[in-house]
């Protein structure tokens, strides 16, 4: 007898279901697209000879530890630069808040197995970050959906789904992924005062806060939690879990990110990421420290800064000119993303098919909203073509939705 | 009002505990110990030069690839090589027979992500590898331990386990952690048909299989469930999921290893393994293959061979002059490790003590027996050290365990 495989699987996993997005990209791998649908950086900016320079330095000097097995914990030295650097930032951090993971997505995923049984609400901005719904899905996940607009998530409600004793609250202070949007220094105040109240963990996603082309950096919500605390000294005890990542100021393939919170939870997560994955790959860890411990990462951010911000505003232009008038956008500060809403009854989806004609793919943003809604939003990423290319898909992409639109005024 | 992170916890998480084995080690890296407590590969036999030229070959020809996210499943030119040499080995395998994981522990992880609901009953061998008890018991598994001799699963009582509908079997057939026993071929033709029967999922781990110095491979379970289905065109289809890694070959830090099973649970593992981390490193996949594909690996481990059984026959020779009469031993024909049983009342945590008096340490047995049992048993590493120092410390141990048993009969 062969396993029917489709009656053993557990009964979590029936929730992970094939992710649109995943097959889309799949379809538009062809060359002639033009693609706004990934969230891939720009490969054209990665450091490649400065990684290969510090790798060479790395095998020569210490080799066999690059190879060997190591800490769960992370690379001692790199958790103690992640701990100067909070700590430079106004959150006194020791390394025992310092847990090194595969990447930010392994974050969430840790949180999810240390704090999520099976129906725990958890409060997430509506639209969200896709890949932590069907990460949290998988631990049987309930979402208390928030709604948010151009300064991130409208906090006027909070109390009132606090009172629902979620088990986590995520967030995605800046230029969040899907919408750009940037949270708002008032309602992080309050975001962190009424969740602070009942000592709710709020997990802070910030991937993308190192790539800001206008206006100022507000304090991030750990920075703000601790000053509540007046802890001034380290270990930091506070309620916010900050996860922070190396992909989008150097390179996502390494599949480097940090966590950053209170030593207790540190050390569950550790428990969870033992049996998840040993350890990063060391060599991985010591080539993010090489890079970041000189200096260079900082200066090489600038350089990524421009590229993004010409592709930025070669986006927003060519939107400003080929989309019908009817429509909004976000107009993000930083990051990778810019959100379309169509005007009501018009679906991202039904643009989606007649983009591909065109020749251009994007995301419709429906998938983004885990109360459902959304059909009228698409999510356009701007970090992986050229301002040129980009000008020339927005075109093709207003010629569609013009035509989407057209269709149904004449129909 | 700070987070009372104690009341957070996922029920799930409360299992685990933190590891015996991870705090001894931390006392244990001091210099002057001889340590045979961790499973740490030899870090000499590490090909530290070429690495170094197979990292500047790829970000020389494809650097902007090798740093840019990658597809869960893993590098495509990794996996098609997986399949051919799978293939060769008697199991016509494809490419979408294969997912690449960051090291071969994130295979256990997924596999209980997908396959085990909260009380699944698991059958496992005791003594058996205890990060995967640890992994698994996340998810709530509960344990059919089988009993173990130098021949590996002891299938006669199998019959009986299975009709409790286990979810899954795990076996590692090669030089056992912790035993260094390998399964019978008469016991692995037993375990494919009794399995086989009720259509069990076996997870068939064999980080080992290459490291052997004595004796002849034999055929793995997959080969032999593969020569029952009769299926003689890839995709490989049956019940067994086969993990490997180039920990053991190559580097462990790297953390790359591989799934060969059933498509359809591929698709699943993928699912799970994109809300876990995405996807393995893409530079340290793509060096895998490039040391993999012009057959470097196969000559480095048979150098890895000849160093690994100097230290087993030093580790053997130490045992037989240096241990109390009543002591026996396993004699693995590869791995790495060496399996000891004291004389009935001796307890080896007790051991342990005097041991760590005598600078030298090891692992007590008894955690890796899920259903208890084992304090009599020790596990001995014998790859982190060399012949000299694993024969200096064995006499120690030795010494230790004379001290242990005089006293207990002047006692």
Chains 1, 2 share one sequence.
């Not at 750009?180 to 996603?205: C, N, V």
């Not at 304090?219 to 190396?246: D, K, M």
């Not at 060519?318 to 379309?340: D, I, N, Q, S, Y």
């Amino acid at each position: 007898m062969q396993t029917q495989w489709d009656s053993v699987y557990a009964a979590r996993t029936e929730r992970i279901t094939s992710s649109a997005i995943r097959e889309l990209l799949k379809v538009t791998e062809q060359p002639e697209f033009i693609s706004f649908a990934g969230g891939l950086p720009a490969p054209e900016v990665f450091p490649v000879a400065e990684v290969g320079e510090a790798i060479n330095r790395i095998l020569e000097e210490r080799g066999q530890q690059a190879l060997q097995y190591g800490a769960t914990e992370g690379y001692l030295p790199l958790r103690e630069w992640v701990a100067r650097y909070m700590s430079g930032q106004g959150v006194p951090t020791s390394v025992e808040n310092v847990l090194i993971t595969t990447g930010s997505q392994q974050a969430i995923d840790l949180l999810g197995k240390v704090l999520l049984n099976e129906g725990d609400p958890v409060v997430v901005e509506s639209p969200t970050y896709l890949a932590a719904l069907q990460a949290w899905n998988i631990y049987g996940a309930r979402y208390l959906p928030v709604p948010t607009d151009e300064w991130g998530m409208r906090t006027g409600g909070l109390q009132q789904l606090l009172a629902k004793r979620p088990k986590l609250l995520y967030c995605l202070p800046n230029f969040q992924n899907p919408t750009g949007a940037t949270l708002s220094l008032s309602r992080r105040r309050r975001l962190i005062e009424q969740a602070a109240d009942q000592g709710l963990p709020i997990l802070e996603d910030d991937p993308y806060r190192e790539l800001r082309f206008l206006g100022k950096q507000l304090p991030r919500l750990i920075s703000l939690e601790s000053a509540r605390l007046e802890q001034h000294t380290a270990p930091y005890q506070g309620n916010v879990i900050y996860a922070s990542t190396f992909s989008k100021v150097l390179a996502p393939g390494l599949r480097v990110g940090s966590i950053v919170a209170a030593p207790s939870l540190i050390n569950r997560l550790v428990q969870a990421k033992q049996s998840s994955d040993l350890h990063t790959p060391t060599l991985n860890q010591m080539l993010v420290y090489e890079l970041a411990r000189d200096g260079f990462l900082e200066r090489h951010t600038r350089l990524i800064i421009d590229v993004y911000r010409k592709r930025r505003d070669s986006m927003l232009t060519a939107l400003a000119e080929h989309f019908p008038a009817e429509t909004r956008w976000t107009e993000p500060e930083g990051g990778m993303f810019v959100w379309v809403t169509l005007p009501a009854p018009f679906e991202a989806a039904r643009l989606l098919a007649t983009a591909i004609e065109e020749k251009v793919a994007f995301v419709p943003g429906a998938p983004f909203h885990p109360g459902g809604g959304g059909d009228n939003t698409l999510r356009l990423n701007f970090s992986n073509a050229t301002a040129e290319a980009i000008y020339e898909g927005i075109a093709r992409l207003g010629a569609a939705a013009h035509r989407l639109m057209d269709t149904a005024v004449t129909a």
